[in-house]
């Protein structure tokens, strides 16, 4: 894009070549009337100081512009804890963070400052309008940067809003944060995990992986805080004992700028992840809330977005009652709820029976057998004899998603020897 100043730069270049071809002239060739040509000049000097004048103040604006883009890239409201994908029980902690910009309490308007609010499944408010009271937004007009919630079980959204003194929204996404998080009630204060894919998936050789944390506060490296650290991913090896630091290889992957995504490239064939928390020094922290661990089959032919039956396999035998385990890959499994994305969703089993069309609600039966609260496994007990399992994905409101990644199909055979 060529800014106001750029433009006047050339304008000015170029009559400055004009003075200097009219110059040329008068003196180096005889005119007609001498005294016209010396009058003309006068009036390109003016022209050109005037030129010039307006390029200073294009220079003042330009760099009162670039002072105010840099200002805005460096300005950010966000939350801390939990992040995007997270996993929390019932009543769970909030922790939210500003840069760049002051957290002071309502009431007086001061520049570059505002107070916190959050949104519980409902949009931003437009810039410019008063920020509403009530049980889905939020205040911390006392300035306060913490907070506890009690949500439902289910996916929820949360969105982080700055106001100033005045509860007025003010304009930029610099002002505005965003998650996506799964209220469980059997869920643990503290967990880091893998978002995305799941155990038991199948990826491209190069594909994305999302992390998350719950209770914890995911920060750079380098200084020590009580909940916080950063995460590692441990490729085919074994987790690194508490207390040790954590090496830097391409066996063990540093997330030390609070990265929580990251793509990765694997030879084809089965590998196992792990997911360690370490703290500000990279030293890995004690308990099992600081790992987790899954395991993923490469192959060249594999969908960037799928869901999957991972047991029973297609055409086994197995006993009336049994265990289905599910999957995903490049999608998140959620509980139902407020969430409506077509990244995710939560699982259905449909027993001898049709997929849904897209856009139709999943029905709740003997043969519509829902998971909504995120579940990736379950226990099923059918008659003897041949039986189609099919799964499907719907969103947060039971909707089926459209495509084909969002389905798999297994046949098996039950029978009372098994």
Same mark, same amino acid.
């Given at each position: 894009?060529?800014?106001k100043?750029?433009?006047k730069?050339?304008?000015?270049?170029?009559?400055?070549a004009?003075?200097?071809?009219?110059?040329?002239?008068?003196?180096?060739?005889?005119?007609?009337?001498?005294e016209?040509?010396? =009058?003309?000049?006068?009036?390109?000097?003016?022209?050109? *100081? *005037?030129?010039?004048a307006e390029?200073?103040?294009?220079?003042?604006?330009?760099?009162a512009?670039?002072?105010?883009m840099?200002?805005?890239?460096?300005?950010?409201?966000?939350?801390?804890?939990?992040?995007?994908n997270?996993?929390?029980?019932?009543?769970?902690?909030?922790?939210?963070?500003a840069?760049g &910009?002051? &957290?002071?309490?309502?009431g007086?308007?001061? =520049?570059?400052?505002g107070?916190?609010h959050?949104? /519980?499944?409902?949009?931003?408010?437009?810039?410019?309008?008063v920020?509403?009271?009530?049980e889905?937004?939020?205040?911390f007009?006392?300035?306060?940067?913490?907070?506890?919630?009690?949500?439902s079980?289910?996916?929820h959204?949360?969105?982080?809003?700055?106001?100033?003194?005045?509860?007025i929204?003010?304009d930029?996404?610099?002002?505005?944060?965003?998650i996506?998080?799964? /209220?469980? =009630?059997?869920?643990a204060?503290q967990?880091v995990?893998?978002?995305?894919p799941?155990?038991?998936?199948t990826?491209?050789?190069?594909?994305?992986?999302?992390?998350?944390?719950? #209770?914890?506060i /995911?920060?750079?490296?380098?200084?020590?805080? =009580?909940?916080g650290?950063?995460?590692?991913?441990?490729v085919?090896t074994?987790f690194?004992?508490?207390?040790?630091?954590?090496?830097?290889?391409?066996q063990?992957?540093?997330?030390?700028?609070?990265?929580?995504?990251?793509?990765?490239t694997?030879?084809?064939?089965?590998h196992?992840?792990r997911?360690?928390?370490?703290?500000?020094?990279?030293?890995?922290?004690?308990?099992?809330?600081?790992?987790d661990?899954i395991?993923i089959?490469v192959?060249?032919d594999?969908?960037?977005?799928? /869901?999957s039956f991972?047991?029973p396999l297609d055409g086994?035998?197995?006993?009336e009652?049994?265990?289905?385990?599910?999957?995903?890959?490049?999608?998140?499994?959620?509980?139902?709820?407020? &969430?409506?994305? #077509?990244?995710?969703g939560?699982?259905?089993?449909?027993?001898?029976?049709?997929?849904?069309e897209?856009?139709?609600? &999943?029905?709740?039966?003997?043969?519509?057998?829902?998971?909504?609260?995120?579940?990736t496994?379950? *226990?099923?007990?059918?008659?003897e004899?041949e039986?189609?399992l099919?799964?499907?994905?719907?969103?947060g409101?039971h909707l089926?998603?459209?495509?084909?990644?969002?389905?798999?199909?297994?046949?098996i055979t039950?029978?009372? *020897?098994?």
């Amino acid at each position: 894009m060529i800014t106001k100043l750029q433009k006047k730069i050339v304008q000015l270049s170029l009559l400055s070549a004009i003075v200097a071809l009219l110059l040329v002239a008068c003196g180096g060739a005889p005119t007609a009337e001498p005294e016209a040509a010396i =009058e003309e000049e006068p009036a390109i000097e003016e022209a050109a *100081e *005037e030129l010039e004048a307006e390029t200073e103040e294009m220079v003042d604006a330009d760099d009162a512009d670039s002072d105010d883009m840099a200002m805005a890239e460096d300005i950010n409201v966000f939350f801390q804890m939990p992040t995007a994908n997270a996993i929390v029980p019932p009543t769970f902690t909030v922790e939210m963070g500003a840069l760049g &910009v002051a &957290v002071d309490p309502a009431g007086e308007i001061l =520049e570059n400052s505002g107070h916190m609010h959050i949104l /519980v499944d409902t949009d931003f408010i437009p810039a410019g309008e008063v920020i509403p009271n009530d049980e889905q937004h939020l205040h911390f007009g006392d300035a306060s940067t913490s907070t506890e919630l009690t949500l439902s079980p289910g996916s929820h959204t949360l969105r982080l809003q700055l106001a100033n003194g005045a509860h007025i929204a003010l304009d930029g996404d610099q002002y505005r944060d965003e998650i996506v998080i799964t /209220v469980s =009630e059997n869920a643990a204060a503290q967990s880091v995990r893998f978002a995305s894919p799941l155990t038991g998936a199948t990826v491209p050789p190069t594909f994305n992986i999302n992390m998350a944390a719950a #209770g914890l506060i /995911v920060e750079p490296a380098g200084e020590i805080t =009580e909940l916080g650290g950063h995460m590692h991913i441990l490729v085919n090896t074994d987790f690194i004992p508490a207390g040790d630091v954590i090496p830097s290889d391409e066996q063990h992957l540093h997330y030390g700028k609070a990265q929580l995504d990251t793509e990765l490239t694997l030879e084809p064939g089965e590998h196992t992840l792990r997911l360690q928390f370490a703290n500000g020094a990279h030293i890995a922290l004690e308990g099992d809330q600081y790992r987790d661990e899954i395991v993923i089959n490469v192959a060249e032919d594999a969908a960037a977005q799928s /869901v999957s039956f991972v047991a029973p396999l297609d055409g086994s035998e197995v006993s009336e009652t049994f265990t289905v385990n599910m999957t995903a890959a490049g999608l998140f499994v959620e509980g139902a709820g407020a &969430v409506l994305r #077509g990244t995710g969703g939560h699982m259905h089993i449909l027993i001898n029976t049709d997929f849904i069309e897209p856009g139709s609600v &999943v029905p709740s039966d003997e043969q519509h057998l829902h998971f909504g609260g995120g579940q990736t496994s379950a *226990e099923i007990t059918l008659p003897e004899g041949e039986h189609t399992l099919r799964l499907q994905m719907a969103n947060g409101a039971h909707l089926a998603l459209e495509g084909d990644q969002y389905r798999d199909e297994i046949t098996i055979t039950v029978g009372d *020897e098994y």
